[in-house]
């Protein structure tokens, strides 16, 4: 899940993501002052499905975003109109996703175990997907789950241990393809951040139920 997605998004997706509670939730002191909540898209009454990995692309005035149900799983895009449809099917677990800087969506694919990129075709549907980081030091991981991209376009990603909860960290995959081990110290690490200015990593511990801060290493972007 993405970490404080409903700071980020305004028009988050509060019905489904949280629950399907219609209760309009409690206001973060980081949302602007006046700023008001909506329900982008709301399922409760007919599929259920529910919905993670928002990103929204300014450019095209277009929100995507994840959704599972018990028929498989889509990324999902609602235009500037409110029209919802289908990006891509058939996702295989992606959870999170980034709009990143190099083009497309960067995604966590937790089924396949793996960090992906889906660039943006010419009429705004999917490319071919490229696969960016599928194990560290000769081990698959175990289910990727949200990331984010830094200004020099690398890429921070949690892979969490839902069920044993050893072998949990974070990771980050350099502009240049390389991958590192960021965090080793976090029972479930789940969302991710960056804060504006990009020194500073914010992970939450969905064990500990805490976020954690972590400085950044502007140079080699090592935590």
């Known amino acids: 899940m993405r970490m404080l997605s409903y700071v980020a998004l305004p028009i988050a997706l509060v019905a489904t993501v949280l629950g399907g509670s219609r209760d309009e939730p409690s206001t973060p002191p980081t949302v602007a002052k ?14 259920k499905r529910f919905f993670e990995g928002p990103s929204y692309d300014p450019e095209s005035d277009t929100l995507y975003f994840t959704a599972f149900g018990r028929d498989g799983s889509q990324i999902l895009k609602m235009d500037r109109s409110g029209k919802i449809s289908v990006f891509l099917d058939k996702i295989e677990g992606i959870n999170g996703t980034f709009l990143s800087r190099r083009g497309g969506l960067v995604g966590c694919q937790g089924e396949k175990g793996r960090v992906v990129r889906i660039p943006f075709a010419a009429g705004g549907g999917p490319g071919e997907l490229e ?17 984010v991209e830094d200004y020099k376009g690398g890429i921070y990603f949690t892979d969490p241990d839902f069920k044993e909860k050893k072998t949990s960290a974070v990771y980050y995959i350099t502009p240049d393809g ?14 991710v951040y960056i ?22 290493n502007p140079v080699t972007g090592e935590v």
């Open 34 to 47: 006046g700023a008001k909540l909506e329900v982008a898209y709301d399922e409760t009454e007919t599929t």
């Open 178 to 191: 390389k991958v590192l081990r960021a965090v080793g110290d976090m029972q479930v690490p789940n969302g």
């Open 195 to 216: 804060s504006k200015g990009g020194l500073n990593l914010y992970v939450s511990d969905s064990e500990a139920k805490h976020i954690r801060s972590y400085r950044i």
């Open 131 to 147: 696969v960016l980081a599928d194990g560290f030091e000769g081990k698959k991981f175990t289910a990727p789950n949200d990331l």
